[in-house]
């Protein structure tokens, strides 16, 4: 059995869990999220204060997911009582961000300016320029942002210049070795 499927997700005050035709609806204090358990084999009970996650075949396929949808409850949950966030930074000479309304401008060594509409569902601040800060109550909707902005320039590995995040390690490369 899947050790991470077999634990039950507790329900703190102030947080609602329904499930009903296959999807389960997380309502909190930060807002709502939902969830469809596209998978037949898998079965969502709410006894008391905590939710369990069963399946009801023992396929590979049907186990795998157990864990999956298990983690994606607690992931909710998690979220609707203290939202998720995701720090970046922005490294280079004269680089900076900047948030204005819904859009976030990034000078990052281009010719123009790239601008960046925020999705719906994430706030995003720059404390300072060189600092973004991406949070929101989805763990997949801030997880996404965050590279979607880092996209925009990667870090290069000779200087390392670019978007990173917060805790990420970057490996520099040796350049070329003169005469």
């Known amino acids: 059995m899947s050790r991470i499927g077999r634990l ?17 609806t997380v309502k909190g204090p930060k807002g709502t999220l939902t969830q469809e358990i596209r998978d037949k084999n898998i079965n969502v009970k709410i006894e008391g204060a905590h939710v369990h996650v ?6 590979k396929e049907v186990r795998s997911k157990h864990g999956l949808y298990r983690q994606l409850i607690h992931n909710m949950i998690v979220g609707v009582v203290t939202p998720f966030s995701r720090s970046l930074i922005v490294n280079g000479v004269g680089w900076k961000a900047s948030v204005s309304g819904k859009k976030l401008t990034l000078n990052v060594g281009y010719s123009h300016p790239i601008d960046f509409n ?15 800060t991406v949070s929101g109550i989805s763990k997949e909707l801030v997880g996404q942002t965050a590279a979607t902005i880092k996209s ?3 870090v290069e590995p000779y200087h390392s210049y670019g978007i990173r995040y917060s ?11 003169g005469k």
């Open 167 to 177: 805790d990420e390690v970057v490996i520099t490369k040796e350049g070329k070795k």
């Open 8 to 24: 039950p997700v507790a329900i703190p005050a102030g947080v609602t869990v329904d499930y009903k035709d296959n999807i389960v």
């Open 152 to 154: 925009k320039r990667p």
């Open 118 to 132: 925020i999705p719906e569902g994430i706030s995003i601040t720059c404390p300072d320029q060189n600092t973004i």
């Open 54 to 59: 069963e399946r009801t075949k023992e396929d």
